[in-house]
């Protein structure tokens, strides 16, 4: 089964500054699709962005950017100018294209954004 | 306005008393998920269903059941709940079981077992 890791559980963020928030994954498989989603406090899945494996060029969406490194196996997400509303929990994700649709989470990174 | 319903938000029981925690979708989705979120654990997958009467275990099934009989709905069966159940629960659906679509979420369901 394919492991998703998400390390340093909590990251702080100066309000308007970068953040980077790092996540690699563990595969055999060349042909998959990856996501970060984000959980306010109201508990919610919400999703932010998404990757497919078989574009190089790295997904964006606004203020939320990914670094895609497929040889190295590796997907983190740059939030910029951050803002008080994105302080949450931030879930890695990992899907194979083919199987059962199951997502493979990380453990998550909070994101503390300091006014 | 499309959506993934879970009922209920929250529920405290104690062990042994059999539970349902019920999932509807709005949005013709023909894959369902349920998954458990513990701290420092993430999300793991409990069941699947790719179709109406295609259901099949994910990394944690132990302890749960599920039905799809209909299209819409999925819900989430503990037969007889432990302690160890207790945890945050969300249904998700998507369009079908593969492509670059992503999961809908629920809102979550609080389970606490005493």
């Known amino acids: 089964a394919q492991t998703v890791t998400q390390s340093q559980p909590e990251m702080s963020v100066q309000e308007a500054e970068t953040v980077t928030l790092s996540c690699t994954y563990d595969t055999s498989e060349s042909d998959y699709y990856l996501f970060w989603y984000k959980q306010p406090p109201s508990r919610q899945m919400i999703l932010v962005i998404r990757q497919e494996a078989y574009k190089q060029q790295n997904a964006t969406e606004n203020r939320f950017s990914v670094n895609f490194q497929k040889a190295a196996k590796s997907f983190s997400l740059k939030i910029s100018d951050s803002q008080l509303g994105d302080a949450a929990m931030y879930f890695c994700?990992?899907?194979?294209?083919?199987?059962?649709?199951?997502?493979?989470f990380g453990k998550g990174n909070q994101v503390v954004v300091i006014p | 306005e499309a959506q993934v319903t879970q009922n209920p938000r929250y529920l405290i029981t104690v062990t042994g008393k059999k539970l349902t925690v019920t999932c509807s979708q709005n949005?013709?989705?023909?894959?369902m998920s349920w998954y458990r979120q513990d701290p420092g654990l993430g999300l793991r997958q409990i069941y699947y269903s790719m179709n109406v009467e295609v259901t099949d275990k994910g990394d944690v099934p132990e302890g749960y059941k599920v039905s799809r009989k209909e299209k819409r709905n999925f819900p989430l069966i503990l037969e007889s709940p432990s302690p160890n159940q207790t945890s945050l629960y969300f249904c998700?659906?998507?369009?079908w079981g593969g492509g670059n679509q992503p999961q809908h979420f629920g809102d979550g369901t609080r389970l606490s077992i005493l």
């Open positions: 949005m013709n989705h023909e894959y």
């Open positions: 994700a990992y899907r194979s294209a083919r199987g059962n649709n199951r997502l493979a």
């Open positions: 998700a659906s998507s369009l």
